[in-house]
Structures are given as structure tokens and as C-alpha cells.
């Protein structure tokens, strides 16, 4: 006696049911190896439609977030040289009231000036050295049209 799938009732049922099953379970793994719910536009073209836009706008504001954050280190790095800067001339203005002591001699306004020009060098190098990524606020090399994205959409002026 042979039982066929196509003369049993029963077992066209249980192909059913494991197919149903197997379905299901191809959906579950395809959900977790994606960490979405709905990854492919048959599952859902409606919200898979929305969320493509979405990510779309979540890579753009990924972009947006780059390019402040460059802006950012380019504005710190110029402000800290800066701090350096008025550091430094506060130091040469003590070292000019020291200069206009009349009790120095030739030796010590030498010492003084030396120090003065070894202050003035420190200044250069901050200046000079002060550029991040190409960009130097302090030098006067860069040009006013700096752009950074402020939007997903595009630089701002």
C-alpha cells in the first residue's frame, strides 16, 4: 500500500503547516540579521518606502554632524592658539616695562631683548602652527568662504 501526499489529506496539511513554518522562520531570520522589522519592500512596501527615507535622512544628518564637528575643531584649535597668543603678549608687555628700567645696563637690555625676540618667534610658531585639517584661522592664508553643512540639504554661507 503507497500513500501519496496528493491522496492524503492529512498530509497535504502538514506540508502546509511546514511551509507556512518555514516562511516564517526565513522572516525572523531575515529580521534579526538585519535588525529590522521590515527589510525588504515585499514585507512592507508602504513602511519600507518611509524608511528609506528616513535613512536616508539619517545618513544626511550623519554627514551634517561631520562637518560641524570639523568646523568645531577648526574653531578650537584657533581659539586655544589664540589664548597662546595673548599669553605670549603678555608676557612681552612685561618684558618692555622691564626694558624701561634705568638701572639696566647693556648686558641685561641685550637679555632682555633676546627673550623679547624668543617671545616674538613663540608667537610666529603658534600662528603658523594653528591650522587643523588644512585650515588656519590665524595666519590670514584662509579664504572667507569657509563652507561647512549646517543642513541635510547643503553647505549654508
Known sequence: ??????NNPSALLALQ?????????GQVQD???TNLQISQPKD??????????????????????ASLNRATSISDVALNAGQTVLDLLGQLKT????????QLDTNERGSLNTDFAGVLQRIAQTINSAGFDGSNLLDGSQSANMKFLATATGPRR
Open 1 to 6: 500500500m503507497s500513500i501519496s501526499v496528493s
Open 17 to 25: 503547516n511546514l511551509n507556512r513554518t518555514t516562511d516564517q522562520l
Open 31 to 33: 529580521r534579526i540579521s
Open 44 to 65: 512592507n512596501p508602504t513602511i519600507w518606502a518611509a524608511a528609506q527615507g528616513q535613512r536616508s535622512q539619517v545618513d544626511g544628518l550623519g554627514a551634517v554632524t
Open 95 to 102: 618684558q618692555s616695562l622691564s626694558a624701561q628700567d634705568a
